[in-house]
């Protein structure tokens, strides 16, 4: 497996739209010759996206590589797939999640299923996971709240953009802030966010989805596991830092990798 | 799941090292005799290819926005992951810049266009690209057949300074800080730039010399180019504006539009950059490559002449892998 050529290991990309109400997400599937487990990728917010693709890229490939099928995608109104990004809540994308999620758990019911979720994205795939879906969890650097993750790309922003704008335009994130919480819509890297976006926000709160099993993963009879990634995993996490540099992450893949079978294979898992 | 919806198609370009992967926002005419059973395509299309680091959406999904724009408006549009970026295959080149600055994605962008076009039975090709994605557009329509016209984002025409101890630094380095050193530098930056602007026509020992040749040989073949530019707000004075070099000595034959939008980022990716890029460059497109084949056309076509365009074919429609 690991012999296949680049262009091989490429051919069996299949990229598809997915329907959902509204709107058609960007799909793509990685298959594994042989596969030995399943893997759902729930990606990080809008302008993460942008930064973290590369590398999220090489991950699924990593995994297809080693008899993984991985399935990644854009949330609605973002990326490749179609919809409105300003219509859109947190509230549509974890539909998404759980419309993939579902699709793909009864596709092949026999093999493992993970899902696997960076930064909001693990927020909503422990959403999911919640609501039954999937045998294992993973999760990357969760934020404590969405809201706390939105925040912190506002302030690198307002940051970024007092650089570039002039004296007469200059706001500060607390000047945004303050805007979104009146009800008036803030354009943050090309993306318009909402004022219920912001409102929403709040409301998804990892303590509230995994609750008193935060403390203790066991409690939920499958397997969960959160990393917190640190800076040397730019531009995973930390989008902005080097993120043109085209850094070497095997470290991180291998070490999550090994980390896998665990994940799936223990006891408590629940392997259909 | 489908490889095609109603306003789009995704597609892939198989080659002996690489895939490109690409979608394909399909023109309104087209959406609407999809579902009348007849495919007709213009024969204009339009190529965005991805900048730098980002996918092909672009950042803030800003080719998407001006894809579904200039589809919606008739115009067949594609945006393209060069290979080692987005969804297309491998990874980038060790040294992505240096790759890039030398034009070494020309070659496979070429063959992309190529590609598309015969695919799509596109008699000619408008190539699309913002800051490294112009500069590998500006190298590909110069050995493309099928590019006819370039739309170029902040386009940039220099090499990365390889710093060289300058007299005025070894000066600051026994002057100390303070208002005579502050005094010093504005009095260079201010010389630097006034003998830019008095003096001699040469770029900078730090131009791109090959990417200026194909820029200047495509000016001079009379090929219509859109720029977009956005007035930095800290332009240093020694700073070269190329752009400014380029409007000066312009000649009539040559079709080159410059825009530049006040208030936009460097990606265009705000609501004000999107809202330009897709006004400014539907003008450009219609007064240029108006749908009814009308090449060259100056005049702005009417609405239903580029409606009944007659420079319409059938396509096949094999599928997206091709």
């Not at chain 1, 590589?65 to 854009?74: K, N, Q, S, T």
């Not at chain 1, 809540?89 to 793909?104: G, N």
Request: with cysteine; charged share 20%.
């Amino acid at each position: 497996m690991l012999n296949d050529t680049m262009a091989e290991i490429e051919l069996r990309e299949d990229a598809r739209y997915f329907a959902v109400p509204g709107a058609h997400l960007y799909t793509v599937l990685h298959q594994a010759k042989d596969a030995i487990g399943r893997v759902l990728l729930v990606g990080p917010f809008a302008a993460e996206r942008h930064f973290s693709y590369h590398p999220w890229v090489r991950w699924a490939r990593y995994l297809a590589a080693r008899g993984y099928e991985v399935l990644r995608f854009d949330y609605r109104g973002i990326g490749e797939s179609t919809g409105v990004f300003q219509e859109m809540s947190f509230e549509h994308w974890l539909e998404d999640v759980r419309l993939l999620a579902d699709w793909y758990q009864r596709r092949s019911p026999s093999l493992p299923f993970l899902i696997h979720g960076l930064e909001v994205g693990a927020l909503l795939a422990a959403a999911a996971f919640r609501r039954d879906l999937g045998d294992g969890l993973l999760l990357w650097s969760p934020p404590p709240t969405a809201n706390q993750a939105l925040r912190s790309a506002l302030v690198r922003w307002a940051g970024l953009e007092q650089i570039w704008d002039s004296l007469d335009n200059r706001k500060s994130a607390a000047e945004y802030i303050r805007e979104l919480e009146q009800g008036i819509p803030v354009e943050v890297q090309g993306y318009e966010w909402s004022a219920r976006l912001w409102h929403d926000s709040s409301l998804l709160d990892l303590h509230s989805i995994l609750g008193t099993e935060l403390q203790d993963p066991t409690n939920f009879g499958r397997p969960v596991k959160i990393d917190k990634l640190t800076k040397e995993a730019a531009p995973l996490v930390w989008p902005h830092l080097m993120y043109q540099e085209m850094r070497d992450l095997d470290w991180l893949y291998t070490q999550t990798f090994d980390s896998l079978p665990n994940l799936l294979a223990r006891p408590d898992a629940r392997l259909a | 799941m489908n490889t095609q919806i109603d306003t789009r198609e995704l597609f892939a370009l198989d080659g002996p090292e690489y895939v490109v992967r690409g979608t394909y926002h399909m023109p309104r005419e087209i959406r609407e005799n999809v579902r009348g059973g007849v495919r007709p395509q213009s024969s204009v299309g339009i190529i965005i290819l991805n900048s730098l680091a980002p996918t092909r959406a672009g950042k803030g999904d800003s080719s998407v926005a001006w894809a579904n724009a200039f589809a919606n408006h008739g115009y067949p549009t594609f945006r393209c992951d060069l290979p080692g970026f987005g969804d297309s295959s491998g990874d980038p080149p060790a040294r992505l810049l240096d790759f890039i600055n030398n034009g070494e994605y020309a070659t496979i962008a070429a063959d992309a266009v190529a590609r598309i076009a015969k695919h799509f039975k596109l008699q000619s090709v408008i190539l699309c690209g913002l800051c490294a994605g112009a500069v590998s557009a500006i190298f590909t329509a110069g050995i493309s057949r099928e590019c006819q016209g370039l739309i170029v984002l902040d386009p940039y025409f220099h090499l990365p300074l390889t710093h060289k101890a300058s007299a005025r630094s070894r000066l600051a380095k026994i002057i100390p800080a303070g208002t005579l050193r502050l005094s010093l530098k504005r009095f260079s930056n201010w010389a630097t730039g006034a003998r830019r602007r008095l003096g001699k026509k040469r770029f900078p020992q730090n131009s791109n010399h090959s990417l200026l040749d194909r820029w200047l040989g495509l000016v001079n073949s009379g090929m219509p180019i859109l720029v977009f530019d956005h007035p930095p707000n800290t332009r240093r004075d020694e700073e070269f504006d190329y752009l400014a070099y380029f409007s000066q000595y312009s000649e009539p034959r040559h079709r080159v539009v410059i825009h530049s939008i006040r208030g936009a980022d460097h990606t265009f990716a705000n609501n004000l950059g999107k809202a330009a890029v897709r006004q400014h460059g539907l003008e450009w497109l219609d007064r240029n490559f108006g749908l009814n084949g009308n090449k060259g056309a100056e005049s702005q076509p009417n609405e239903g002449d580029q409606l009944t365009a007659a420079g319409i074919a059938a396509p096949e429609r094999s599928g997206a892998r091709f």
